[in-house]
């Protein structure tokens, strides 16, 4: 039908338009990377002698298969026709055809609706089949190609050491060859490709191209049959596999899996994969041990304050998911395994210290850190596509129409190609956060590399300079964001306190005055640009306004009920910050006659 044959074409160009960012691939490079090279660690790390030796020969391999990698990696790039993007069937061969058909068969109906759903057809065709359209995942295929090729020279490589192990030989390393020679035919074709369905299922592993089981699969099949769920869930497979290699790194987690799946004592596991087991398990119980550690050094952060207000103030002076080095953050969001488990050690931390978090319970998570993680990978595979969807139901952060109007824009831009790469190219050359005035905004500006939107620079209200965007420059091709945070003591002592300036803007909201971003801007600079940061500084630093904090934070970690906005501490940074508001209003007003009509109109209402 028409809406099938749509359907396949809206694919190909929605899945290539999202993979267009070239951060996407380097990701999934690094990614591949860090599972090939885990891999041999991990049975190093769980093994005996024999699997120690075996992981060796792997691990020497690595070298020696590259020349192979490439080769095979080459040959994937030279194929012209539809890929499948990380096992997603994104192919339009049998659309082409059916379209052909129903092109005659519009033509003889004579039928002015069909012609016309035909006609848009074609368009959808024309655009799908335009050059460089494919490209995006013609790329990820070839990277993905190139270390299943490597993953599965160098397993054959360990299964030969095993084989010469057992052989029990004098010259450890001549069987070793002897063997790689004499058996290469049996596991590889001449032209290279893998005969052995062990190493192929190897090689779908380390890319995390898997397939689903049980729950996973039916959920996977409910998505598949269903392509407007795709909006909503584009890579179930790619999500689910990602996270359930993380969730094996988990200590009491990954030895739970294990043995729902029965491998530590199924016979028909090697041994070889079984230690990998225990490694694995070896390697994240001392990960989460030196992450505890970097997190009481402040060298370790996680995601921050949950509530969005005092969040905005944290991201000023932090970056999420990171290690700290003087004011340096360097962002392991894209390192599985460890990034996940690294955040949720940070964000514990940060519980028990901000007081929301009683100890006793820290050291409970401590303790069973694999059960929350467990519900973060659920959300994280399953459900959080759902998102979106809750949203227009329990908006946060603004109300359902806004989420409906972001939602909308961003599928449609997602259906024009390059959205990936117009994204990247936006935050490369808008390397500070903006104001946006609407969801409406903030889409165009992403999709149009910052041309069009009613938009500006957003600046600190303390100290006037734009603040940096986590994703801007050279950030929105790096695997690992790195970025400079000034730990400015003044913007510390708000963090410490969880107080957002940006209240000043809705405060003002509710007197009737709607900023648009240029006068936000303009606001900031001017607070910035005052001596407000010498007299938030004067306060901070005083031993009074420290001992009152300090006896605020007692009583939260005591669980007593205490209002934060009614403490002194509070009320004497928030007159202070709105004192320094009032009089840069009054200096935008003498400029905007718009806000000065306002400003009358209020005073004749309430007159």
């Not at 990820?140 to 490589?157: G, H, I, P, S, W």
């Amino acid at each position: 039908t028409l809406g099938e044959v749509g359907t396949k074409y809206m694919l190909k160009i929605m899945y290539n338009s999202m993979l267009s960012s070239p951060a996407t691939h380097i990701v999934n490079s690094t990614s591949n990377a860090i599972a090939l090279v885990l891999r041999p660690l991990a049975a190093a790390a769980g093994g005996d002698l024999r699997s120690r030796k075996a992981a060796a020969a792997s691990f020497y391999a690595l070298g020696e298969t590259l020349s192979d990698a490439m080769t095979m990696a080459g040959r994937k790039w030279a194929t012209t026709a539809d890929q499948n993007a990380k096992g997603i069937d994104i192919s339009t061969g049998e659309a082409s055809l059916a379209l052909d058909e129903l092109r005659l068969k519009a033509d003889e109906s004579g039928d002015i609706g069909f012609q016309t759903g035909v006609a848009v057809m074609s368009i959808l065709e024309s655009t799908a089949n335009l050059p460089g359209i494919g490209l995006p995942t013609r790329l990820l295929t070839t990277a993905d190609e190139f270390f299943k090729v490597a993953v599965q020279r160098m397993e054959y490589n360990r299964m030969m050491m095993e084989e010469a192990i057992d052989l029990n030989g004098s010259d450890l390393q001549a069987t070793h060859k002897y063997l790689l020679e004499k058996n290469r035919d049996l596991h590889f074709t001449k032209s290279g490709e893998s005969l052995n369905k062990e190493l192929n299922r190897l090689a779908k592993e380390v890319t995390f191209q898997q397939d689903l089981e049980k729950s996973a699969k039916i959920f996977g099949e409910w998505v598949e049959s269903f392509p407007a769920l795709r909006v909503f869930f584009p890579f179930v497979r790619t999500g689910h596999n990602v996270a359930m290699y993380t969730a094996s790194y988990v200590p009491i987690l990954g030895g739970k899996l294990a043995k729902w799946d029965g491998k530590l004592k199924d016979p028909n596991v090697s041994s070889y994969e079984k230690a990998i087991i225990k490694g694995r398990q070896r390697l994240g119980a001392g990960f989460i041990a030196a992450s505890g550690l970097m997190a009481a050094n402040g060298m370790l952060v996680g995601n921050g304050p949950m509530d969005p207000k005092a969040r905005e103030r944290w991201l000023e002076t932090n970056q999420p998911r990171s290690i700290k080095i003087g004011n340096t953050f360097i962002s392991l969001d894209r390192m599985e395994p460890f990034g996940p488990i690294l955040s949720a050690v940070a964000d514990i931390h940060y519980a028990v210290s901000q007081g929301t978090m009683k100890q006793d319970r820290a050291m409970w998570l401590v303790r069973y850190l694999s059960q929350s993680l467990a519900l973060n990978i659920t959300d994280r595979t399953f459900f959080a596509g759902f998102q979106d969807m809750a949203k227009f139901i329990n908006p946060r952060g603004g109300g359902v129409g806004e989420s409906l109007v972001a939602f909308t824009a961003n599928t449609a831009n997602n259906l024009i190609p390059a959205a990936g790469l117009r994204r990247t190219l936006t935050n490369m050359i808008n390397p500070y956060t903006q104001e946006f005035n609407s969801q409406w905004d903030r889409s165009l500006h992403n999709a149009t590399l910052g041309v069009l939107g009613d938009t500006a620079v957003k600046s600190d209200f303390v100290t006037g300079e734009p603040i940096g965007s986590m994703s801007g420059g050279i950030n929105s091709l790096l695997p690992f964001k790195l970025n400079q945070k000034e730990q400015n003591p003044v913007k510390i002592a708000l963090m410490r306190i969880e107080y957002n300036s940006d209240r000043i803007v809705e405060e003002l909201g509710r007197t009737g005055l709607k900023l648009q971003p240029k006068q936000i801007a303009r606001l900031q600079e001017l607070m910035g640009s005052s001596e407000l940061e010498r007299d938030l500084k004067a306060i901070v630093t005083a031993p009074d306004w420290i001992r009152s904090v300090e006896a605020y934070e007692e009583k939260v970690r005591g669980s007593h009920r205490v209002t934060r906005d009614a403490q002194l501490f509070w009320t004497e940074i928030h007159d202070t910050m709105t004192l320094y508001a009032d009089d840069a209003m009054n200096q935008l007003k003498a400029v905007s006659r718009s806000l000065t009509s306002v400003t009358l109109m209020n005073q004749e209402s309430s007159g």
